[in-house]
């Protein structure tokens, strides 16, 4: 793409003129270790092929927290100051000036305003936490049974189950009483929308401006019990009593060129608010939107201090996980069956030892959980890790944050990609449960309740604690063997299923 198709928050240019991803991804990774790890700053410089050499470099910026909360710490703002010192922001064509650093987004002056259309439900709120789960809705009795089935099969961990339970005793907590929650990606396949507006919240969605994304959220806000506030590109008054039609086109924020107008928007919002970052894109473009996210988190909660943060964190990405989770995972391995463990070896030696890897050394505390998946690439890893620097930088500064680890679930922008549709479809085998969107809907708001009302999280001794209390990953952390020596034999195995 040249430069003249690029405006808002960009890649740095080389010196040959070049927007590197692998570059970025590289520099950022080098300067979040360079503290804590200068070995692995060094490696990560010197990768010769970051696009598949970067899975190692990951685990290592784990690894290189783990040895105190103040490594961990580090490795986050290192990580994040390093990506605001790259990043560059383009100006729009004929806006003027040259391109800047991301940093200038926490001043700039923004270039139009922004009106809010306000789209009430026609529906009664629900009012109780039903999650809908292979055809049934779960709620009272049935969805504690399910809680105490997918905790003894390994499926979420203990504190999950625990969350909640809690919620389900709490239904007024549903409807995020004194609260607004601000979903950045309304139209995310697994963001809590649906779920906070069918409990009467109110919630301001935020996505591109594309008419057939706000056509299904709009019509989804009017099947439910609460309010949705829609950004437009107009005065207000142009739009009363506008069809839902007529909005669609009108509605939405390009988050990549609108930080400023956006900030300044939602500044203005009465009352404290819940940010929920669940924005996606394709490829490098998803640096691109979680940097300008960032810059935005960080351009309102200087404005405000009323602000908690939310995020959904990936389950295949590199864990810290408690003792009990390791525990789990070596009685697996051990019990496997007879003739999975007369297999186990040649499989091993055919695939040069990457098939059927037991996942942690018996006695590890804490253990490494390692489920990256090279398919999905550097972009995603570093996107979502972006994230995860925020919540441990945003929490360390006393900050109300909500991030889960959410399950493997069966999504649009899994399902396109043949190699991760035939792993989970292939999974089940291995002791990993992938879920139905729906459900992760409904699972993963329920947690974003919890954190915001409940008073019993993890007590912040270090930040994998944290990011372990409440991981819902499916078994991921769990079973066996290390995630991606069985995907590989899932896909396999799953591939026949994944083509129907």
Request: proline share 6%; glycine share 10%.
């Amino acid at each position: 793409m040249s430069d003249g198709e690029l405006t808002g928050v960009v890649f740095p240019a080389s010196s040959d003129g070049r927007r590197s991803t692998s570059a970025l991804g590289a520099g950022v990774v080098a300067d979040a270790l360079r503290q804590v790890d200068t070995a692995g700053a060094a490696g990560a410089e010197h990768e010769a092929n970051w696009r598949t050499g970067y899975l190692a470099h990951f685990r290592r910026l784990v690894e290189a927290g783990l040895t105190s909360k103040d490594a961990a710490l580090s490795v986050a703002r290192d990580g994040l100051d390093s990506l605001h010192r790259r990043m560059r922001v383009m100006p729009a064509d004929g806006a003027g000036g040259a391109e800047a650093g991301l940093d200038t987004l926490l001043s700039a002056p923004a270039q139009r305003s922004v009106g809010t259309i306000a789209v009430p439900g026609r529906q009664e709120a629900e009012t109780e936490l039903a999650v809908p789960y292979r055809g049934q809705r779960l709620c009272g009795d049935a969805l504690l049974g399910r809680l105490d089935a997918w905790v003894a099969g390994g499926v979420i961990e203990p504190s999950c189950a625990d969350a909640v339970r809690t919620v389900a005793a709490h239904p007024d907590w549903l409807r995020l009483p004194g609260r607004t929650a601000v979903v950045l990606g309304a139209g995310a396949e697994v963001g809590p929308l649906p779920a906070l507006l069918s409990w009467g919240a109110q919630v301001i969605g935020v996505d591109v401006p594309r008419p057939a994304i706000w056509a299904r959220v709009l019509e989804m806000a009017r099947r439910s019990g609460g309010t949705l506030l829609v950004p437009v590109a107009a005065e207000t008054g142009e739009l009363a009593g506008a069809s839902d039609e007529v909005l669609a086109q009108r509605a939405g924020l390009d988050l990549t060129g609108d930080v400023p107008a956006a900030a300044d928007w939602l500044s203005t919002v009465d009352g404290p608010l819940v940010l929920g970052n669940y924005v996606y894109a394709d490829g490098a473009a998803n640096v691109r939107v979680s940097a300008a996210v960032d810059a935005l988190t960080v351009r309102l909660r200087a404005r405000r201090d009323d602000v908690a943060l939310a995020f959904l964190a990936t389950p295949t990405d590199v864990f810290t996980v408690p003792a009990d989770a390791v525990a789990q995972s070596v009685r697996a391995y051990a019990t496997r069956s007879r003739a999975t463990k007369l297999a186990s070896p040649a499989l091993r030696a055919l695939s040069g030892g990457r098939l059927l890897r037991r996942a942690y050394p018996p006695g590890a505390d804490p253990g490494i959980n390692d489920s990256l998946v090279a398919q999905q690439g550097p972009n995603y890893a570093l996107a979502k890790r972006v994230q995860r620097w925020r919540a441990t930088v945003a929490r360390d500064g006393g900050a109300t944050v909500s991030m889960n680890v959410a399950p493997p679930t069966r999504t649009r922008s899994v399902l396109k990609n043949r190699a991760l549709a035939a792993a989970y479809a292939g999974a089940h085998r291995f002791g990993v449960e992938v879920f139905e969107p729906a459900t992760t809907r409904v699972l993963m708001a329920a947690l974003l309740v919890h954190d915001l009302y409940a008073e019993d999280g993890p007590g912040h001794l270090h930040p994998w604690q944290d990011e372990a209390h409440g991981a819902a990953h499916g078994g991921l952390w769990r079973i066996a063997y290390a995630p991606r020596s069985a995907l590989t034999l899932a896909a396999l195995l799953g591939y026949a299923a994944s083509r129907k």
